[in-house]
């Protein structure tokens, strides 16, 4: 809904931002996966930790790169009719940086310690991540195809998984076990929860007005 209120304006700018956001998505998905190899022992944490540094701080870059877009062309170019649209952009610019940085919280704690390669949710941690990881390409096309069906749909899929990953975190305070284990399964469902919030606000921006971006960040208890 929102890029339909500025359709044919500033094409070629808006072009280069749509290929900055999806450069930021596939390079978040890749530290991501980095991450939860790292946490499941796949891979040493050490091994992938310069990479996927490397990989979030070029994702910082590009975030800074849209928002001095947003200033260039509003203080050089003029207040157009392209600035909302570039506000808008940088809103899920900020998305995705965060998702990056919650990929970078679950390899720190891998770097940390924790390993749940052979915990009682490691069946589980693989799946689940697996599925988030799905969501990335998912949030790519839906964003990169304007698809309002298809947006409507998986923020209204995701709310349940939101909800089930909240609920493993809160199983972790009477879970049997080491408590090393399930601290980290709670913070790693807490991080996984969180990546999908963000992925969802990535998508409000199909099928939501302006003023209602990052509406499904909020428990839906909460929306109005």
């Known amino acids: 809904m929102v890029f339909g209120l500025f359709k044919g304006r ?14 930021m998505l596939s390079t978040t998905r890749g530290t991501f996966g980095m991450a939860i190899d790292a946490i499941l022992r796949r891979v040493e944490p050490a091994a992938v ?3 996927l540094h490397r990989d979030d701080r070029s994702v910082n870059r590009v975030e800074r790169a849209i928002r001095r877009e947003l200033v260039v062309h509003a203080g050089v170019r ?13 809103r899920i610019a900020k998305n995705i940086e965060r998702i990056g940085d919650l990929a970078k919280d679950i390899w720190e704690l891998a770097a940390a310690g ?21 969501l990335f390409d998912d ?33 972790q305070l009477s879970a049997e076990g080491s408590v090393g ?19 969802m606000n990535v998508m409000t921006a199909v099928v939501m007005p302006v003023d209602r971006l990052d509406y499904w960040d909020e428990d839906a208890a909460d929306r109005e």
């Open 114 to 134: 924790v390993d749940l390669s052979a915990s009682t949710h490691t069946d589980g941690v693989a799946a689940d991540a697996a599925l988030v990881a799905s």
């Open 139 to 171: 949030t790519a096309r839906v964003f990169g195809e304007r698809d309002e069906d298809a947006a409507t749909t998986f923020l209204n899929q995701l709310d349940p998984l939101k909800d089930r990953f909240e609920q493993v975190t809160l199983d």
């Open 10 to 23: 500033g094409a070629d700018q808006v072009a280069t931002i749509e290929a900055q956001v999806a450069e």
């Open 181 to 199: 284990e399930a601290v980290g399964t709670a913070l790693l469902y807490r991080h996984l929860m969180r990546i999908v919030a963000n992925l």
């Open 49 to 51: 930790g310069e990479e």
């Open 78 to 90: 003029g207040a157009g009719t392209e600035v909302p649209l570039l506000m808008v952009y940088v």
